[in-house]
């Protein structure tokens, strides 16, 4: 649909629901505008925040039997 042809359509209805139509109109713009902006991630953002023991890589006790 055009904005030519949704201008009509808008132009067509009673006074009551063009209110409507305009409540509806302002509800999605309030919508959009609260709709946080995903920022594009940065290398290296979580450097330190995860901390991994020096014995990472042993082989853990558990699986002693299956190696």
Known sequence: ??????IKQINSLPKELKK?????????????KSQKKIRQRKFGY??????MSPDFNKP??????YM
């Open 20 to 32: 409507e139509v305009n409540d509806f109109v302002e509800f999605l713009n309030n919508k959009a």
């Open 1 to 6: 649909m055009t904005d030519i042809q949704l």
């Open 60 to 65: 853990l006790a558990d699986f002693k039997e």
């Open 46 to 51: 979580a450097k330190g925040f995860f901390k």
